[in-house]
Structure formats: C-alpha cells, structure tokens
Nanobody, 122 residues
Framework: VQLQASGGGLVQAGGSLRLSCAASGRTVSGYAKGWFRQAPGKEREFVAGISWNSGSTVYADSVKGRFTISRDVAKNTVYLQMNNLKPEDTAVYYC????????????????WGQGTQVTVSS
C-alpha cells in the first residue's frame, strides 16, 4: 500500500497550490482519506478529510473557506486545493487513509504518505 503525495512548493502569501495524493493497493481503494500538516517544532495537525463513498468533507477551522479537499475515485487520488495561503500554512503536508473518516480525522490512520513541503513566504 502506498500513498504518494506531490504538489508542494514555494509560494507567496495569497497564492495557491494544489496537492495530490495517489493511492495504490486495493486495500485503500475505498478508504476515507485526509491531509495533515506538521510545521517545525509543532505537532502534526489535521487539515481536511473526505469520505470516499459519499464525498462528505470535514475541515480544520484554520483552513475553512481557503482549502478544499476533493477526490477522483477513478484515479484513486485525493486533492487539496489551497488558496489564499498564509505564512502560517508553511509545513510538511501528509496524506492519510483509513477505513473510516473518523479514524482519519483522529490521526489514527494506518496508512500515511511520505509528505510534501509547502512553504509560504510573506
């Protein structure tokens, strides 16, 4: 089982980035998926999650209205569209997958991607 995250980079404040996380392996094909981030010296925090079957979404308060999580079922890929980025969004972003959205949101997923760096300059 692999979760391959990509799309990170350096962007100015107010800019946008789109992260992708491609899942391989039948085990996670129908799993809920989500995004977390970890800034230097801080704990990993939940960003957004999506139920694979229904498409229901949940967001951290800090990103509501700026970030959008979506999925492409055929490609088994989850996306995180990040708009109006702020310097405090700078972190390594990780994707996660598990059988329920609740487990993903709780940060207790069994499956994690390798992370992609997002840096927002002021």
């Amino acid at each position: 089982v692999q979760l391959q995250a990509s799309g990170g980079g350096l962007v100015q404040a107010g800019g946008s980035l789109r992260l992708s996380c491609a899942a391989s392996g039948r085990t996670v094909s129908g799993y809920a998926k989500g995004w977390f981030r970890q800034a230097p010296g801080k704990e990993r925090e939940f960003v957004a999650g999506i139920s694979w079957n229904s498409g229901s979404t949940v967001y951290a308060d800090s990103v509501k209205g700026r970030f959008t999580i979506s999925r492409d079922v055929a490609k088994n890929t989850v996306y995180l569209q990040m708009n109006n980025l702020k310097p405090e969004d700078t972190a390594v972003y990780y994707c996660a997958a598990d059988s329920t959205l609740r487990t993903v949101v709780a940060g207790k997923s069994d499956h994690w991607g390798q992370g992609t760096q997002v840096t927002v300059s002021s």
